[in-house]
């Protein structure tokens, strides 16, 4: 039984690639359009011209790009489609990761399944459909990678983590950094720098707190004052060693944890100077200072905020297309009820303790929310449009902090809220612990506690699922127009006017016509 639960731990992410790859077969054909017309014009078709490689902003433009492009114009004509699976097998890559994660955990396959289900939901299906942002799937993939393996040495102790995996929490900073993750590059290392630094401070803690009961220790026992000294010492020295004073203690470490800082945050510096480099332009955006911006209209930015963490239970295209006549109040209405989300598996991780075996779940808390926070900043530009943050562009970052409600959740679940008898032995030695033990026994907190985490599970399953629906429905629809519509006009681009190209490719800019020569004359992508 136990290896055939086990199965489900793979298999769920693997169908859920599966899925993803029934709806590109529905709802895309192969065909060009919007940002890769940029691409077209400024990269082929010497793909492998070094002088387009090594620029200044490298580094925003992902250098993993530059191979898998050059591969696909090779062997594949430029193949918008396998772009396409490239982005999915990148998100299976989070997944597996995730099912790995909750395999280890032991995590209930309810649970599971519903986290997965809400997980590979169509709320992201334009960066799936838009195969040139592939490299931000296989950006969270390696995001997810890093996260877990920090987990895991966080779980056994610095001290008795193998040589390979601390290498690996050296090293993949600036592998990810550097070649994969673009501009998403901030919170990861934000995040892992808050972890870094939660671990210390919570050894430095801890070790104080052992100290000071071999201190009362001694004071209980009316030990003379050099053995009193003694046995003090013994707790301070001791204290950091994993496995003779507490398992609590990770050993982190104060040059290990500034040398792990500096290898996340250098290669990050390096990004900014690349980022400094590079010229944006945005069509419709506000040039507004942030602070004139909220001082003009705080409450676009509250509206902004709160529907954009709406968007995680329902797609903002099943609202306009169902519900457009339902006001915007009650989307920051289920905004508000997201935000509770995220404090209330906050709370839920350090009143039950999960944070002494597992800070995974926190470290996707606090990329989630802060994904949040990086979007209204750099996308208020945009405004009035409050509902420019529901974009399922952004759905791949926010996501991350809706898994670690459900991981939250699922690992209270597992406890059964401190009721088993494992946890009480592994928290017993704490007073104020062994109270709250007693009490959640007494007190109807609990049952509170779960059918909240219930009732929470159950908002964004039931919202994501609809969503989901709305968009393989509608996916159909999309596949005609591009085949009997959109691919005819460009098929016959030298005959159309500019105006029509634009509309078609969804890129009003110049350069549409040029791209498309570039592909006809080389025999690629729709001419292929």
Same mark, same amino acid.
């Given at each position: 039984?136990?290896?055939?639960?086990? !199965?489900?731990?793979?298999?769920?992410?693997?169908?859920?690639?599966?899925?993803?790859? /029934?709806?590109?077969?529905?709802? $895309?054909?192969?065909?060009?359009?919007?940002?890769?017309?940029?691409? =077209?014009?400024?990269?082929?078709?010497?793909?492998?011209?070094?002088?387009?490689?090594?620029?200044?902003? @490298?580094?925003?433009?992902?250098?993993?790009?530059?191979?898998?492009?050059?591969?696909?114009?090779?062997?594949?004509?430029?193949?918008?489609?396998?772009?396409?699976?490239?982005? =999915?097998?990148?998100?299976?890559?989070?997944?597996?990761?995730?099912?790995?994660?909750?395999?280890?955990?032991?995590?209930?396959?309810?649970?599971?399944?519903?986290?997965?289900?809400?997980?590979?939901?169509?709320?992201?299906?334009?960066?799936?459909?838009?195969?040139?942002?592939?490299?931000?799937?296989?950006?969270?993939?390696?995001?997810?990678?890093?996260?877990? @393996?920090?987990?895991?040495?966080?779980?056994?102790?610095?001290?008795? $983590?193998?040589?390979?995996?601390?290498?690996?929490?050296? &090293? @993949?900073?600036? &592998?990810?950094?550097?070649?994969?993750?673009?501009? *998403?590059?901030?919170?990861?290392?934000?995040?892992?720098?808050?972890?870094?630094?939660?671990?210390?401070?919570?050894?430095?803690?801890?070790?104080?707190?052992?100290?000071?009961? !071999?201190?009362?220790?001694?004071?209980?026992?009316?030990?003379?004052?050099?053995?009193?000294?003694?046995?003090?010492?013994?707790?301070? %020295?001791?204290?950091?060693?994993?496995? +003779?004073?507490?398992?609590?203690?990770?050993?982190?470490?104060?040059?290990?944890?500034?040398?792990?800082? /500096?290898?996340?945050?250098?290669?990050?510096?390096?990004?900014?100077?690349?980022?400094?480099?590079?010229?944006?332009?945005?069509?419709?955006?506000?040039?507004?200072?942030?602070?004139?911006?909220?001082?003009?209209?705080?409450?676009?930015?509250?509206?902004?905020?709160?529907?954009?963490?709406?968007?995680?239970?329902?797609?903002?295209?099943?609202?306009? #297309?169902?519900?457009?006549?339902?006001?915007?109040?009650?989307?920051?209405? +289920?905004?508000?009820?997201?935000?509770?989300?995220?404090?209330?598996? @906050?709370?839920?991780?350090?009143?039950?303790?999960? %944070?002494?075996?597992?800070?995974?779940?926190?470290?996707?808390?606090?990329?989630?929310?802060?994904?949040?926070?990086?979007?209204?900043?750099?996308? *208020?530009?945009?405004?009035?449009?409050?509902?420019?943050?529901?974009?399922?562009?952004?759905?791949?970052?926010?996501? =991350?902090?809706?898994?670690?409600?459900?991981?939250?959740?699922?690992?209270?679940?597992?406890?059964?809220?401190?009721?088993?008898?494992?946890?009480?032995?592994?928290?017993?030695?704490?007073?104020?612990? /062994?109270?709250?033990?007693?009490?959640?026994?007494?007190?109807?907190?609990?049952?509170?506690?779960?059918?909240?985490?219930? $009732?929470?599970? /159950?908002?964004?399953?039931?919202?994501?699922?609809?969503?989901?629906?709305?968009?393989?429905?509608?996916?159909?629809? #999309?596949? %005609?127009?591009?085949?009997?519509?959109?691919?005819?006009?460009?098929?016959?681009?030298?005959?159309?006017?500019?105006?029509?190209?634009?509309?078609?490719?969804?890129?009003?800019?110049?350069?549409?016509?040029?791209?498309?020569?570039?592909?006809?004359?080389?025999?690629?992508? =729709?001419?292929?």
């Amino acid at each position: 039984m136990k290896n055939k639960k086990s !199965y489900v731990y793979i298999g769920l992410p693997v169908l859920g690639m599966i899925f993803y790859l /029934a709806y590109i077969r529905r709802s $895309a054909i192969d065909m060009v359009y919007s940002d890769y017309i940029r691409l =077209i014009n400024s990269y082929l078709p010497d793909v492998w011209n070094p002088d387009k490689f090594f620029v200044a902003d @490298l580094l925003t433009r992902i250098p993993v790009n530059f191979l898998e492009r050059g591969l696909n114009v090779m062997i594949f004509g430029y193949s918008v489609t396998v772009d396409r699976i490239m982005g =999915i097998l990148g998100f299976g890559l989070s997944a597996l990761v995730i099912g790995r994660y909750s395999r280890k955990k032991e995590l209930c396959p309810v649970w599971y399944a519903a986290m997965m289900i809400v997980m590979f939901s169509l709320n992201k299906w334009e960066m799936l459909y838009n195969g040139t942002g592939w490299a931000h799937f296989l950006a969270f993939g390696l995001f997810f990678w890093n996260y877990a @393996l920090l987990d895991q040495v966080y779980e056994k102790g610095f001290r008795n $983590a193998k040589k390979s995996e601390l290498v690996l929490l050296f &090293v @993949l900073p600036f &592998v990810i950094t550097i070649g994969a993750a673009g501009p *998403y590059c901030a919170i990861y290392t934000v995040t892992i720098v808050m972890a870094y630094l939660f671990i210390y401070v919570r050894d430095i803690v801890i070790a104080k707190s052992l100290s000071g009961k !071999y201190q009362a220790k001694a004071d209980r026992q009316n030990l003379s004052s050099t053995d009193r000294k003694n046995v003090s010492g013994k707790g301070r %020295e001791n204290a950091g060693v994993i496995g +003779v004073i507490s398992d609590d203690l990770a050993g982190i470490g104060t040059a290990r944890v500034i040398a792990l800082i /500096a290898v996340a945050v250098i290669p990050f510096l390096i990004y900014l100077w690349s980022n400094s480099q590079a010229v944006y332009e945005y069509s419709g955006a506000v040039n507004v200072p942030l602070l004139t911006a909220f001082r003009q209209d705080p409450k676009f930015f509250i509206k902004f905020l709160l529907k954009s963490f709406a968007s995680m239970v329902f797609g903002v295209e099943l609202i306009d #297309r169902s519900f457009a006549g339902i006001p915007g109040k009650v989307w920051c209405a +289920v905004g508000v009820i997201v935000l509770f989300a995220y404090f209330f598996a @906050l709370w839920m991780n350090f009143y039950y303790r999960i %944070e002494k075996q597992t800070i995974l779940p926190l470290m996707l808390l606090a990329g989630g929310g802060m994904n949040h926070l990086m979007v209204l900043v750099s996308r *208020y530009i945009f405004m009035p449009n409050d509902k420019y943050g529901m974009s399922s562009r952004y759905a791949l970052q926010y996501q =991350i902090g809706v898994i670690g409600i459900f991981l939250t959740f699922a690992l209270a679940a597992k406890c059964g809220f401190c009721k088993k008898e494992e946890c009480r032995e592994s928290r017993g030695t704490e007073p104020k612990v /062994a109270q709250h033990i007693s009490r959640t026994e007494k007190d109807p907190l609990p049952k509170l506690v779960k059918r909240l985490s219930i $009732a929470l599970a /159950a908002m964004f399953l039931i919202g994501n699922v609809m969503t989901t629906a709305e968009e393989f429905r509608f996916g159909k629809y #999309r596949k %005609e127009h591009n085949r009997d519509e959109v691919k005819q006009i460009l098929l016959n681009f030298e005959n159309e006017s500019d105006k029509t190209l634009e509309d078609a490719l969804e890129y009003h800019k110049p350069g549409c016509r040029e791209a498309l020569t570039v592909l006809k004359e080389n025999g690629w992508n =729709i001419w292929r």
